[in-house]
């Protein structure tokens, strides 16, 4: 177990909802990353953040937002929910290294 | 756009054999290479992670090899065993803590 945790676990939505993911970094690490990763595919990098602060941003566009906040836990939030939205989410906190420890991710379904 | 190619998509191994999975990447300033193995449900976990001052990195029955000149890194499971069956990835950053991923590997072990 990697300390990190995620929550919900699995989410249903309906297109152009709205969604908030939840991620609990591992004690002691200040920065978190989001990943997307669609069913039989890698990870895409979403974005990243450092110390509360937007730290880098993959290609996905600005309907994908975060928080970083004092404790070092971390919201995604997806606005205007697409179909291609479904995936599972995944959040990696990382104490300041390249070396990264992923969580359980959030499987979200947008129907 | 796909930085890093792994292949191949998937493979079958008896119990005991290697298994051997290939990526290649463009990005010469990757400095950081790690694998993560995942299992169906599961978040990534890192397995092992190279840099390109070394050629080989070896933690117990998992080796990477790294090929700067190719731009190439391989990793080999030796004495394969069930418990192995996974999908694994590569994955590349240039010291920003952005992981690349590769589209993944699925490994079965045959008992």
């Known amino acids: 177990e990697t300390g990190v945790t995620q929550s919900p676990t699995h989410l249903i939505k309906t297109r152009g909802q709205q969604v908030t993911l939840r991620c609990s970094s591992q004690?002691?690490?200040?920065?978190v990353s989001w990943y997307q990763q669609a069913l039989g595919q890698g990870p895409q990098f979403i974005f990243q953040y450092y110390r509360e602060e937007e730290n880098g941003r993959g290609n996905f566009p600005p309907r994908f937002s975060g928080l970083q906040f004092p404790n070092y836990s971390s919201e995604l939030n997806v606005n205007a929910l697409e179909l291609d939205d479904s995936a599972l989410y995944l959040c990696?906190?990382?104490?300041?290294?390249?070396?990264?420890?992923f969580g359980p991710g959030t499987r979200l379904t947008v129907l | 756009q796909q930085q890093v190619k792994q292949s191949p998509q998937s493979l079958i191994v008896q119990k005991g054999g290697i298994s051997i999975i290939n990526c290649a990447y463009e990005?010469?300033?990757?400095?950081?290479f790690p694998w993560y193995q995942q299992f169906p449900g599961k978040g990534p976990a890192l397995l092992i992670a190279?840099?390109?001052?070394?050629s080989e990195k070896k933690e117990g029955r998992f080796t990477i090899s790294f090929n700067k000149s190719a731009k190439q890194f391989s990793l080999h499971i030796m004495d394969s065993q069930p418990g192995d069956s996974a999908t694994y990835f590569c994955a590349a950053s240039n010291g920003d803590y952005k992981l690349s991923f590769g589209a993944g590997t699925t490994v079965t072990v045959r008992a």
């Open positions: 190279i840099r390109p001052d070394v």
């Open positions: 990005n010469t300033a990757f400095d950081y």
């Open positions: 990696a906190s990382s104490p300041g290294s390249d070396t990264q420890y």
């Open positions: 004690s002691g690490h200040n920065t």
